[in-house]
């Protein structure tokens, strides 16, 4: 299961950097990806890091603003979130996903899914 935190109310322009704990992680290479999903939206991809190498991918909405780390050999993740926007405000989920990816998956690959944490930006 993982968990997301580290959510809260941001002005925009600023920034908030999220986590993701993960425990028993059944998997040799995975990848672990953040999503978002704002209220009447359908759940989208933002980013993700692969546990072979740490390749990182972005949505291009995020590119440049958002960075997505590993802490060190722990299997804890973050999502440093910079110059947030307005439309930046959802629900962020962190998921695992065993496949290879070569970008941001959809989310139907990806599985064990917290309860996300909300981050919201005002304007």
């Known amino acids: 299961q993982l968990q997301a935190s580290g959510g809260g109310l941001v002005q925009a322009g600023g920034s908030l950097r999220l986590s993701c704990a993960a425990s028993?992680?059944?998997?040799?290479?995975?990848?672990i990806g953040w999503f978002r999903q704002a209220p009447g939206k359908e759940r989208e991809g933002v980013s993700c890091?692969?546990?072979?190498?740490?390749?990182?991918y972005y949505a291009d909405s995020v590119k440049g603003r958002f960075t997505i780390s590993r802490h060190g050999a722990k299997d804890t993740w973050h999502l440093q979130m910079n110059s947030l926007k307005p439309e930046d405000t959802a629900i962020y989920y962190c998921?695992?996903?065993?496949?290879?990816?070569?970008?941001?998956?959809?989310?139907?690959?990806?599985?064990?899914w917290g309860q996300g944490t909300l981050v919201t930006v005002s304007s």
């Open positions: 998921a695992i996903t065993p496949y290879a990816v070569l970008g941001v998956p959809a989310p139907t690959y990806f599985h064990s």
């Open positions: 028993g992680i059944p998997y040799s290479d995975y990848a």
């Open positions: 890091i692969t546990s072979s190498d740490g390749t990182a």
